[in-house]
């Protein structure tokens, strides 16, 4: 028996999710985001599945990133470097044919210092322009500017990130889709790219040339009604040890939890150690053969115990606990543990097993 908590990535999954994200594109492509090793479900073998797919557009948020990626999928699709390029890593850039994205007059000075001494980059380059989130991006007044000092090397797309996608009705979506509109006027003939996960699902004003998923690939982020995407992955975990604890006893540091009754509990091989987050004590939740058991008491290093009241007929050890997956939403982990989907998937560290299935 393995006594390590395992993440099972569902690269099918991972594929379909795209196609579902795909057909809502009216206006062009579908592209994937999977910086931070494609949000903790592994970069190089998601993108050899979306490549299957028929996704020709990636993003990662760092050149040795976009290295890594490149060695591992076809030479044709683009990779767009989304923090921009530093002076000094023009040959890894030219070499893995990686697209860096401007977001500042110094990144700006230091593409032209390249261009003009003879590089080249296959697929161009982009211009990000904030359209009001105050966090990476060139000023939308320096729109008109670049317009003129790009003519001899236009930008390959035209972007911007939007602030609160998420929230459907929240008006600084149509303020960034108006801002950036302003910005965009000025390269007429350029694509350009807005929506993140939650754009897509905004309408096609915001599809523009090129969407840019990234957490629902994975399956998070909040999808209309009508639509469902599939679990990128399941995290579960061994039951090591089962009790029964009397009432009044309390459970984990802390003594956090007190029992108002005899109560079966389960001990699990997971904990902080790996990346399942302390906050979730006492309040999140496992599914053991789709039955529910709360966690109870503090989420520790390495262990973390559950009540096992609706599933004391099959915890034992070695069956596995599922964290997060077909039975455990996402969403509805983080929500319960106070963070969000992002941070669950991207914090899990390397005790937990991956195994990749088609």
Same mark, same amino acid.
């Given at each position: 028996m393995h006594l390590r908590p395992r993440?099972?990535?569902?690269l099918n999954n991972i594929a379909e999710n795209w196609r579902t994200l795909n057909a809502f594109q009216r206006t062009g492509v579908t592209g994937?985001?999977?910086?931070?090793? &494609?949000?903790?479900?592994?970069a190089e073998q998601v993108g050899q599945a979306l490549c299957d797919a028929g996704c020709d557009h990636? $993003?990662?948020?760092?050149?040795?990133?976009?290295?890594?990626? %490149?060695?591992a999928i076809a030479s044709n699709p683009v990779i767009y470097v989304l923090n921009g390029p530093a002076p000094y890593e023009e040959p890894l850039y030219r070499e893995n044919a990686l697209t860096p994205v401007i977001n500042s007059a110094a990144q700006f000075k230091t593409l032209v210092?390249?261009?003009?001494s003879g590089g080249r980059f296959r697929n161009g380059y982009a211009l990000h322009f904030d359209s009001g989130m105050n966090r990476l991006g060139l000023p939308i007044s320096d729109a008109a500017h670049l317009s003129e000092a790009a003519k001899q090397? =236009? =930008? &390959?797309?035209?972007m911007s990130h939007l602030a609160c996608s998420e929230e459907p009705?929240?008006?600084?979506?149509? $303020?960034?889709?108006?801002?950036?509109?302003?910005?965009?006027?000025? $390269? =007429?003939?350029?694509?350009?790219?807005?929506?993140?996960? /939650?754009?897509?699902?905004? /309408?096609?004003?915001?599809?523009?040339?090129?969407?840019?998923?990234?957490?629902?690939?994975?399956? /998070?982020?909040? =999808?209309?009604?009508?639509?469902s995407l599939l679990p990128g992955l399941t995290l579960e975990a061994p039951i090591l040890q089962v009790r029964v604890a009397e009432e009044g006893e309390t459970v984990g540091y802390g003594a956090s939890h007190r029992l108002n009754k005899p109560t079966p509990l389960a001990t699990v091989a997971i904990g902080y150690g790996d990346? $399942?987050?302390?906050?979730?004590?006492?309040?999140?939740?496992?599914?053991?053969? &789709?039955? %529910?058991?709360?966690?109870? /008491?503090?989420?520790?290093m390495d262990l973390i115990t559950v009540d096992i009241s609706a599933a004391a007929d099959l915890a034992r050890p070695g069956v596995y606990a599922q964290f997060i997956g077909p039975d455990v939403p996402l969403e509805d982990q983080a929500v319960l543990a106070g963070t969000i989907g992002y941070e669950l998937t991207t914090g899990l560290l390397p005790r937990v097993t991956r195994i990749y299935e088609d």
């Open positions: 993440a099972r990535i569902h994937a985001v999977v910086k931070a090793d &494609a949000y903790g479900h592994g990636f $993003f990662v948020a760092h050149c040795h990133e976009g290295v890594s990626l %490149r060695r210092t390249w261009l003009e090397h =236009p =930008p &390959a797309l035209i009705t929240n008006a600084m979506n149509s $303020f960034q889709l108006e801002h950036f509109s302003q910005a965009a006027a000025h $390269f =007429p003939t350029i694509p350009t790219s807005l929506s993140n996960s /939650g754009g897509i699902w905004l /309408g096609s004003d915001y599809h523009q040339a090129l969407t840019r998923p990234g957490i629902a690939l994975y399956g /998070g982020g909040y =999808p209309p009604d009508g639509t990346g $399942f987050p302390r906050s979730a004590s006492n309040k999140g939740y496992v599914t053991i053969d &789709a039955k %529910r058991s709360p966690i109870v /008491g503090r989420v520790s």
